[in-house]
T-cell receptor
Framework: AQTVTQSQPEMSVQEAETVTLSCTYD???????LFWYKQPPSRQMILVIR??????QNATENRFSVNFQKAAKSFSLKISDSQLGDAAMYFC???????????????FGKGTKLSVKP | DTAVSQTPKYLVTQMGNDKSIKCEQN?????MYWYKQDSKKFLKIMFS???????INETVPNRFSPKSPDKAHLNLHINSLELGDSAVYFC???????????FGSGTRLTVV
């Protein structure tokens, strides 16, 4: 079974600085999807960024980018120019490309709580 | 327009009661899910359902049952509520093999 590990329960960053959140995963599959979700205090789950494993190029969405190291099974999230609104729980998640049954489920890490200091 | 909507947002009830949480999606997605987020923020799948198949996580007590009147709705029924059922419950939907989910805003269930 696949697992997702986020080793940093909490992180802190100064406003306008850059922070990197770590995520590792374990799988025997060669193709899959990886995601970062943000959960602010409003508790809404917001998709931040996604990566298809077959793509070597790291995904980027404005101030958010990932460092995807497939061989190392590592998927870190970099937030540049941090803003107060970035303060939230961040969840790394894995999903198989197989569709059907339980394989389509998102498997989440335990989350990293990010604080942004003004 | 809200893509995935859940009602109610908050639910406080006594032990032993039966309650339901409703979920509707207007995205035309073919699969819907229920996730439970515990007090430590851990998210775990409870059910996934599409037109063909209901998949139940084996750890979910049979007091929990999903009901889907149509493709756009997946409601969650909980019988004989227990204190340990207190959590935030999220509904979500997805389409095809593209991986991302769209989540509802969650329902905070408190059992007293």
């Amino acid at each position: 079974a696949q697992t997702v590990t986020q080793s940093q329960p909490e992180m802190s960053v100064q406003e306008a600085e850059t922070v990197t959140l770590s995520c590792t995963y374990d799988t025997s599959e060669s193709d899959y999807y990886l995601f970062w979700y943000k959960q602010p205090p409003s508790r809404q789950m917001i998709l931040v960024i996604r990566q298809e494993a077959y793509k070597q190029q790291n995904a980027t969405e404005n101030r958010f980018s990932v460092n995807f190291q497939k061989a190392a099974k590592s998927f870190s999230l970099k937030i540049s120019d941090s803003q107060l609104g970035d303060a939230a729980m961040y969840f790394c998640a894995y999903r198989s490309t197989n569709y059907g049954g339980s394989q389509g489920n998102l498997i989440f890490g335990k989350g990293t709580k990010l604080s942004v200091k003004p | 327009d809200t893509a995935v909507s859940q009602t109610p947002k908050y639910l406080v009830t006594q032990m032993g009661n039966d309650k339901s949480i409703k979920c509707e999606q207007n995205l035309g997605h073919d699969t819907m899910y229920w996730y439970k987020q515990d007090s430590k923020k851990f998210l775990k799948i409870m059910f996934s359902y599409n037109n063909k198949e209901l998949i139940i996580n084996e750890t979910v007590p049979n007091r929990f049952s999903p009901k889907s009147p149509d493709k756009a709705h997946l409601n969650l029924h909980i019988n004989s509520l227990e204190l340990g059922d207190s959590a935030v419950y999220f509904c979500a939907s997805s389409q095809g093999t593209w991986g991302g989910y769209t989540f509802g805003s969650g329902t905070r269930l408190t059992v007293v």
